[in-house]
């Protein structure tokens, strides 16, 4: 019988375009974190994996499944998170969700229109930041601000690699009526560069993307907790610039994400917003103390 370990990709925390548990996220918080990346991990892998089949897929989801809900001991990095969310009294609610959405990837390859792609991020995207906002014990009025941000950040992964997702896994996240408007059809993904048609596509895809990021823009305000507050204000600053690239730039030819090098001027960037945004709102900007 195939394990999820014999599908797992060898991608870790450190791999992803986004930070995941910093050096910013205080120490007694990063263990969950990273149960939980690792979860996630886990789980995406399955359901990308190129040769496993549906059934195997779906077989292996519903094995998390049921070890995040107690009724098996045999996933163990949903056995691993789980433990962790009995120590902190939390919810397995969000990891749950997370599952949701890798079952849709198995047996959902194309999405209608931009409404069913949020539908989609509702489940893919979402839960990772409320999960990550339960464990700093955050009031859920932050909810609507993150889920903005977490749903740009998804779109900004599809829209990067929507060759690469075509041609690996016959998967298309970008939304087909887009497509059809611009008489442009999912075979062109297949091809060296985007036709004039398609960059447009793409390009109006991320200025959508760019308004959700809008609607994000309070979110490091309302976070009590300044570390925390300062790493989704980089987060942030990271995707702005992203997607202002994928308005300029061919995903299937070009690069679109960030080099080491590019990192620095984004972090200053994103600190000295952070730092101004806290003090105007009457923060304590300088809670960055280096406490556990």
Known sequence: ??????????????????????????????????????FARAADDVADHPTASSAQKLNLLQEM????TGELDSAPEALALRRLLEQRELS?????MLLEAFRRDVTKLRYESWDELMDYCRYSAMPVGRFVLDVHGESRDTW??????????????????????YRALGRVYIPEDALAAAGV????????????????????????????LGEASPFATQIRD?????????????????????????????????????????????????????????KDAFALRHSP
């Open 1 to 38: 019988m195939t394990t999820a370990a014999e599908l797992q990709s060898g991608k870790g925390h450190r791999d992803e375009n986004f930070p995941v548990a910093s050096f910013l996220i205080r120490r007694r918080h990063r263990p969950v974190i990273l149960a939980f990346y690792r």
């Open 185 to 212: 059809t999912v075979k062109d993904l297949r091809a060296d560069r985007a036709s004039p048609a398609l960059k447009r596509v793409i390009a109006d895809l991320a200025r959508r993307t760019q308004k959700l």
């Open 65 to 68: 499944d049921r070890t995040l």
């Open 144 to 165: 609507p601000a993150n889920d903005a941000l977490c749903a740009a950040l998804q779109v900004i992964n599809h829209l990067q690699d929507c060759g690469k997702d």
């Open 92 to 96: 397995p609610q969000h990891g749950l």
């Open 226 to 282: 300044a570390r925390l507050a300062l790493e989704v204000a980089v987060i942030q600053r990271l995707a702005d610039d992203l997607v202002r690239r994928l308005m300029q730039r061919d995903p299937l030819h070009e690069r679109v994400h960030h080099r080491k090098s590019d990192l620095l001027p984004l972090l200053l960037q994103a600190t000295a917003r952070f730092v101004r945004m806290r003090v105007m709102g009457g």
